[in-house]
């Protein structure tokens, strides 16, 4: 109890800072946090110690919709509107992006090349495994699982379970027959 207490006194404490907080929310420290202001918290949203969360360009920005549980050492970076619906759950040491890094110039440094910006989206109630990486262009729809240490790179359909690296479609729910069936790497069920 006595923590939950604490947790909404810094939420307090945080909330002016942000582009939105909505209570109760909680964010652990230590935290590293670049673009407050292009930051919108919703409501019941626990991002435990450890995360970094940033915003680059003018454009950019990172939406936690309501009752989003996110566990230690999370890593998210933004460059356009990147948006995590509401009832997620992203496991520890997860990150995401919207960023990709040009890298055609030989003999140029990767940082000195143009940044490339393609849209990331988490859908409603999707799990994001331990150690998972969704890159620059990953769509997932509801209800998606991705596996720990997966590398998600492409757009995936609502109700799907996705492994690997790079990761596919391995099951998905079949809606007819009520369960959850295995399927190719295309989701066409077996």
Known sequence: MVDKIIWAIRGLLYAPFFGAYGLPSYIGKPIFISG?????????????????????????????????SIAQNFHVISGTKLVIESHVTISAN?????????????????????????????????????????????????????GANSVVRGDFPDHCVVVGAPAKIVK??????????????????L
């Open 94 to 146: 997860v990150f995401i992006t919207n960023i990709d890094h040009e890298y055609q110039e030989i003999g140029k440094h990767i940082l000195k090349q143009p940044i490339l910006i393609k849209k990331t989206y988490i859908g409603k109630n999707c799990f994001i495994g331990f150690g998972a990486v969704i890159q620059a262009g990953t769509i997932l729809g509801e209800q998606c699982v991705v």
């Open 36 to 68: 407050f202001k292009k930051i919108f918290i919703g409501k019941k949203v626990r991002i435990y110690p450890g995360a970094r969360i940033e915003v680059h360009s003018n454009k950019g920005s990172i939406i936690f919709n309501n009752d989003i």
């Open 172 to 189: 998905r729910y079949d809606s007819e027959r009520k369960v959850w069936r295995k399927t190719n790497s295309l989701g066409h069920f």
